[in-house]
């Protein structure tokens, strides 16, 4: 059984659409996160979410919004992409001690 | 000062060899610790947590030195599937987030 999942592993898609990321962990934690890497391979929190709640948002355009219907999920919809998103996305999921276990990545290319 | 800081490498060293990384933070007050492996185009993945007495998994040791505030792992007898970027994280607290060192790439050759 997958522990993190995210769909879709690969998006293209052109400036200026819309477009959604879809994470789901079955480790029963509280406890996920959003983080992007980027080309140069650093691995930046975007932002966590603890029971459903927003608790860490870091400087992140508003144009990407979380939302997490249930702990077990947390998605990522981002507007009006740039050019500058493309990047690999990663979900994660935090256990107790915070050690954390991520999905397989999204990664997005804008064109 | 970055929050978490780590020679990016490359390590480049031979099978057999025995190979350490550190990692600085800047937070006194942090209070968990962890290394992770990343391989090329894969998600980063738990290696082991460091604990205050210092913990072993097999070949790998994690070191805590909190007087210097740095984390190392060591790697004896190095093999080709250790070729990989190792990253540390650090959290400042249960309630809070972990921030990632942008990591230190190895790669073992034969």
């Known amino acids: 059984d997958t522990a993190v999942s995210q769909t879709p592993k690969y998006l293209v898609t052109q400036m200026g659409n819309d477009k959604s990321i879809k994470c789901e962990q079955n480790?029963?934690?509280?406890?996920m996160y959003w983080y992007k890497q980027d080309s140069k391979k650093f691995l930046k929190i975007m932002f966590s979410?603890?029971?459903?709640?927003?608790?860490i948002n870091e400087t992140v355009p508003n144009r990407f919004s979380p939302k997490s219907p249930d702990k077990a999920h947390l998605n990522l919809h981002i507007n009006s992409l740039e050019l500058g998103d493309s990047a690999v996305y990663f979900c994660a999921s935090g256990g107790s001690g915070d050690e954390q276990y991520f999905g397989p990545g999204t990664r997005l290319t804008v064109t | 000062r970055k929050e978490v800081e780590q020679d990016p490498g490359p390590f480049n060293v031979p099978e057999g060899a025995t190979v350490a990384f550190n990692c600085t933070y800047s937070?006194?007050?942090?209070?968990?610790f962890f290394w992770y492996r990343q391989d090329c185009r894969k998600e980063p993945k738990l290696l082991m947590s460091v604990y205050s007495s210092g913990n072993e998994d097999g070949r790998f040791t994690a070191q805590l030195n909190r007087a210097s505030q740095y984390i190392s792992l060591l790697i004896r007898d190095s093999k080709l599937s250790d070729s990989a970027t190792y990253l540390c994280a650090v959290n400042p607290s249960l309630a809070g987030k972990s921030t990632f060192g942008d990591g230190t790439t190895l790669t073992v050759k034969p």
């Open positions: 480790l029963g934690h509280d406890t």
């Open positions: 979410y603890n029971n459903k709640e927003l608790i």
């Open positions: 937070n006194s007050a942090s209070q968990s």
